[in-house]
Each structure stands twice: as structure tokens, then as C-alpha cells.
């Protein structure tokens, strides 16, 4: 079966530090890959999403960067955090854009 | 511009009672639409995915419908639980572009 892996949970970093997030997904191959971003009280937020290695395509232009290294890792980065880039991110992954995403558990970034 | 829209945006009510929740779309070409639960903290887990041809879906006590005429789709849900608490969200998808999510429903059951 497949699982979907997202860490750290928790994660809270000065304004002006560096991001890493990382996202692996087990038991699938060429899966579609999602970051989303989910502020207080707001819907999630399509950020990045990737068809494929090395295939990244950005929603919405903002601080951050991802990559995808490998088939079934996706990297959320920011070279310099924002006190606004503070929320709950969420990979998730997909078979392809009209089939069901399994979400991760989330990482709760707080920039202080 | 596809849009997603859902109300209410929270409600309460107690233990045991049905409550229904709502989701109006403006996504063409309509392909599917999905019903999360996510809770609090947690990633979004799915709970039905009705495509254009099904009225009506169920997932235990979570009953979906969908009115691809109107562009509404409601969520029922039977005989809450106090584990029933959590935020629902619609997600509505065009073609094969990346689907639209609604900002969802706050749901708390007392008991």
C-alpha cells in the first residue's frame, strides 16, 4: 500500500532563517506531488506541484522554492522565511490531477 | 475563474443530531467532485468522490450529493459523534487542471 511521509511536525524558526521540508511517498511510482499551504481560518493553498523528476510548476509566486530530487521526494524550500510564511504545509500525492490526493500529516511552521 | 464556495463556515450542534453542509461550484468543465474530513492538525482524509453521472454517494454515516445542474453538491451527515468534529472541505476538478479547493466547514459536535 502506499503512505505518504512529511516531516518535522512542528517546526519554529526565526524571520530571516532557511526552509527545508521534506515529503516522501512510499509504494507508488510517478506520482503527481502537492504542496499546500493552509494559514488560520483559510482553505488550502495549491503552492507547488509536480508531474514529474525534476518538473515543478508554481501556483502562486511568494519566498518559497520546491524540488523534487527524486521520483517520490518533493522539497519545500525558502532561503529567507517571512513572519507571513508562517502556516500548516501539506504534501500530498496523487495517481493524477482528477484522482483522489492522500495528504501527509502536515508540518506546523511558526516564523518568530 | 473556477470557484469553490461552502457555507456554512462553522456550526455547531449536538451529539446524535444530522446536519448538512453545502458546496456551490463555477468549475467548467466539471470532471469530479470530493468531500474531505480534515482534522484538527491533521491532513485531509477523503471521504467520497462522486463524478458527473452520480447523484448520491455514502460513507457510512457521510451521505453526498450532487446536482451537476444546479452546481451543488451537499454533505450530510447522520447521527453525529463528538469525533465527527473537524473541518470538511469540497474540492471540485476541471479537466485535468489542478482541482479547486473550497475553504471548507468548521464542524464541532457537543455532547
Not at chain 2, 8 to 28: A, D, F, H, W
Not at chain 2, 30 to 41: A, E, H, M, V
Not at chain 2, 80 to 87: F, G, H, I, K, N
Request: charged share 15%; glycine share 8%.
Amino acid at each position: 500500500s502506499q503512505t505518504i511521509h512529511q516531516w518535522p511536525a512542528t517546526l519554529v524558526q526565526p524571520v530571516g532563517s532557511p526552509l527545508s521540508l521534506e515529503c516522501t511517498v512510499e509504494g507508488t511510482s510517478n506520482p503527481n506531488l502537492y504542496w499546500y499551504r493552509q494559514a488560520a481560518g483559510r482553505g488550502l493553498q495549491l503552492l507547488f506541484y509536480s508531474v514529474g523528476i525534476g518538473q515543478i510548476s508554481s501556483e502562486v509566486p511568494q519566498n518559497l522554492s520546491a524540488s523534487r530530487p527524486q521520483d517520490r521526494q518533493f522539497i519545500l524550500s525558502s532561503k529567507k522565511l517571512l513572519l507571513s510564511d508562517s502556516g500548516f504545509y501539506l504534501c500530498a500525492w496523487s495517481e493524477d490531477p482528477l484522482t483522489e490526493a492522500f495528504f501527509g500529516q502536515g508540518t506546523r511552521l511558526t516564523v518568530v | 475563474k473556477n470557484q469553490v464556495e461552502q457555507s456554512p463556515q462553522s456550526l455547531i450542534i449536538l451529539e446524535g443530531k444530522n446536519c448538512t453542509l453545502q458546496c456551490n461550484y463555477t468549475v467548467s468543465p466539471f470532471s469530479n467532485l470530493r468531500w474531505y474530513k480534515q482534522d484538527t492538525g491533521r491532513g485531509p482524509v477523503s471521504l467520497t468522490i462522486m463524478t458527473f453521472s452520480e447523484n448520491t454517494k455514502s460513507n457510512g454515516r457521510y451521505t453526498a450529493t450532487l446536482d451537476a445542474d444546479t452546481k451543488q453538491s451537499s454533505l450530510h451527515i447522520t447521527a453525529s459523534q463528538l469525533s465527527d468534529s473537524a473541518s470538511y472541505i469540497c474540492v471540485v476538478s476541471a479537466g485535468s487542471y489542478i482541482p479547486t479547493f473550497g475553504r471548507g466547514t468548521s464542524l464541532i459536535v457537543h455532547p
